[in-house]
Nanobody, 115 residues
Framework: QVQLVESGGGLVQPGESLTLSCAASGSSFRVYAIGWYRQAPGKQRELVATISSGGSPNYSDSVKGRFTISRDNAKNTADLQMNSLKPEDTAVYYC?????????WGQGTQVTVSS
């Protein structure tokens, strides 16, 4: 069993930066692929970025070059560094841990980008 807790969301202006953190409890964090997803009001949840158990990152086209995903297996954490934020990045951001058919979700953290 893995519990995920996101933190770091908030209200920022366009062009600013924010770092989200996902803290995991439980064992074997290192075997899980970690993903950050987001869901804007009235829209489906979408994949933002993933990082494999081996540390290989992947990004959606909408955030490539602006967001950076990382993980620290010693601390059981995964971060999402978000730069050059845009109003369209406004959403609830969720952390996901996946290992084969097993997956866990966090409760989400709100990110609002507005002037």
């Amino acid at each position: 069993q893995v519990q995920l807790v996101e933190s770091g969301g908030g209200l920022v202006q366009p062009g600013e930066s924010l770092t989200l953190s996902c803290a995991a409890s439980g064992s074997s964090f290192r075997v899980y692929a970690i993903g950050w997803y987001r869901q804007a009001p009235g829209k489906q949840r979408e994949l933002v970025a993933t990082i494999s158990s081996g540390g290989s990152p992947n990004y959606s086209d909408s955030v490539k070059g602006r967001f950076t995903i990382s993980r620290d297996n010693a601390k059981n954490t995964a971060d999402l560094q978000m730069n050059s934020l845009k109003p369209e990045d406004t959403a609830v951001y969720y952390c996901n841990a996946r290992w084969f058919l097993t997956e866990y979700w966090g409760q989400g953290t709100q990110v609002t980008v507005s002037s």
